[in-house]
């Protein structure tokens, strides 16, 4: 196990669950495990510990999940570029611990690394929506509240999704990782409904600010060893960071990615600019207050997020989207959380809508 952790909880109801079963198969014998009738109670932060958020991800939760599986993206609308993902939740928190994390904000008051026992209803879910509507494509990802990987080889969970994508041809599964994590994945065949897209960063935001998580290389070199296995990859480089060095590392970066993995094996690259609430932002410079990366100056944009300054942040966008057009002409590319006239200047048109998007993404 590649994880500490410091206790697992199971919800009495989740005792006979195959997630539970091969959890405690798998679980290191010094880490301790104890039976409650609520997870939702064992996730909620404790009161006297310094930083509650860490250690809600080192405290693992087997239990229900009460609300539906399924929904838009968040980042889904008429004002941001949008990509029409669609979100399974199967897991919330991560045991990773990136400075600029969202879920430092989002899950501050519910921080214990849940892990839902009852993903055969989300299953359920999926196959009611496969089959509403035959003729769509839908890409599905499990990479929003937590890492889709992470822990992987304690729970086996990618071996059940894979085997329920692989057999429905127009559900497109997009496993989102900053991990290393594929041995289970290697095991099995995604019959072409498989993508695996990894957060990139250049090696100097890894070091200061992606705590736990694989190296860029490391993931670089998990996404060749999984092409070569069928499975389609992509890549997120976000948050771009604009820091000093930035528009050499990153050019460093997509240099290192096409020798790497052949282009033509690439589905898509997205690419977003750091955006922080003040909330987050304030958490994030509390937790990590050496974090060179969150010293950015920022400004607030429309939405409420912090973000850099539009020349900088369209700089950094149209460099690396050029390098991906000489690299890999035809590779999709699209800006991720940013707004439509961002997409215009830097690709010199608007963002199809959402749903056309998605659909072209879930097919290519
Ligand atoms: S890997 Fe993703 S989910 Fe995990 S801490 Fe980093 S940004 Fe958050």
Not at 95 to 102: A, H, K, L, R
Not at 130 to 146: D, I, N
């Amino acid at each position: 196990m590649k994880f500490e952790l410091d206790r697992v909880f199971i919800e009495e109801a989740c005792r006979d669950s195959a997630i539970a079963r091969r959890v405690l198969e798998r679980l290191p014998s010094e880490v301790g495990v104890e039976y409650v009738a609520d997870g939702r109670a064992a996730a909620l932060p404790v009161a006297d510990q310094a930083d509650p958020f860490a250690a809600g991800k080192r405290r693992l939760i087997l239990m229900r999940r009460r609300s539906p599986f399924l929904m838009a993206c968040p980042a889904g609308s008429g004002e941001f570029a949008c990509c029409g993902y669609l979100v399974l939740t199967l897991a919330s928190n991560c045991p990773m611990d990136c400075s600029y994390c969202f879920l430092q904000e989002y899950v501050a008051d519910n921080p214990g690394f849940q892990i839902y026992a009852n993903y055969a209803d989300a299953l359920g879910e999926l196959e009611a929506l496969s089959r509403k509507a035959p003729g769509r494509h839908f890409r599905v990802g499990t990479g929003e509240l937590a890492d889709s990987l992470a822990f992987d080889g304690l729970t086996g969970l990618s071996l059940d999704l894979v085997d329920f994508f692989a057999r429905r041809s127009n559900l497109l599964l997009e496993l989102k990782t900053k991990t290393d994590e594929i041995d289970n994945l290697l095991k099995v065949d995604p019959r072409g409904q498989v993508l695996v897209s990894w957060t990139l960063s250049p090696p100097a935001v890894f070091q200061s600010s992606e705590h736990r998580s694989a190296s860029p290389a490391a993931r670089i070199e998990a996404a060749r060893r999984l092409a070569e296995a069928g499975y389609g990859v992509a890549f997120h480089l976000d948050p771009i960071i604009a820091y000093p060095q930035a528009e050499h590392d990153y050019l460093e970066l997509l240099d290192h990615l096409f020798a790497m993995v052949p282009p033509a094996a690439i589905r898509f690259i997205s690419m977003g600019g750091l955006r922080m609430s003040p909330g987050l932002r304030s958490a994030a410079r509390r937790r990590f207050p050496d974090d060179p990366m969150l010293a950015g100056e920022e400004v607030l944009s429309c939405d409420g997020r912090y973000r850099t300054f539009v020349p900088l942040r369209a700089r950094l966008f149209r460099v690396l989207s050029e390098r991906i057009a000489k690299q890999a002409p035809g590779l999709a590319a699209y800006l991720c959380m940013e707004s439509a006239t961002m997409s215009e200047r830097i690709f010199g048109r608007r963002p199809p809508n959402p749903a056309n998007l998605g659909e072209q993404l879930a097919k290519s």
